[in-house]
């Protein structure tokens, strides 16, 4: 490490996270990030709608240092033993901290304390990080949805379907 750096890193506050389920006082924050991660972001009111389900639930991940903003969040659902993860965004500001291994071990332990025998997601073809993170928990490929994402150019991208099974 450079001296230069090595000195910022002395004065430079890095922030820690707790995780959190997510209250309606969330909604705002959580559709800012969403629309910074996704080219079709999700609204308050979409975020509201989804979360008054009494099958859906999420978790954030808060700064709790006195470093202000959304870390990220995990959106999901459970009905009938089948688990899904709706969507998961972690900010561009705090990239490989685990901020996006912890808030899906938070959903798989409700999930597993719901009873869920499988908890599925769907993942852009093209995001190798995220896959590797879902890998490293369990999922595997089930299958592919072509054209599924919108990338925001008028192309559209392929869904890889993943399934971990839970029992």
Do not use: C
């Amino acid at each position: 490490m450079n001296p230069v750096s090595l000195l910022e890193s002395f004065f430079t506050r890095k922030a820690e996270f707790d995780i959190f389920p997510a209250t309606a006082d969330d909604f705002h924050d959580m559709s800012i990030l969403h629309g910074e991660r996704f080219y079709r972001g999700w609204d308050e009111n979409e975020l509201h709608a989804l979360l008054n389900q009494p099958t859906a639930f999420a978790f954030t991940a808060r700064p709790n240092n006195g470093v202000t903003g959304l870390g990220g969040f995990v959106l999901a659902r459970e009905a009938a033993g089948e688990a899904e993860i709706l969507t998961i965004a972690v900010s561009k500001q705090y990239p490989r901290q685990g901020l996006g291994w912890r808030l899906m071990l938070a959903a798989l332990r409700e999930v597993r304390g719901r009873r869920a025998d499988t908890m599925f997601l769907e993942v852009d073809q093209g995001n190798t990080s995220a896959q590797g993170l879902y890998r490293k928990l369990g999922f595997k490929v089930a299958a592919e949805r072509k054209g599924y994402f919108e990338l925001g150019d008028g192309q559209k991208s392929t869904a890889l379907v993943m399934r971990l099974d839970l029992r």
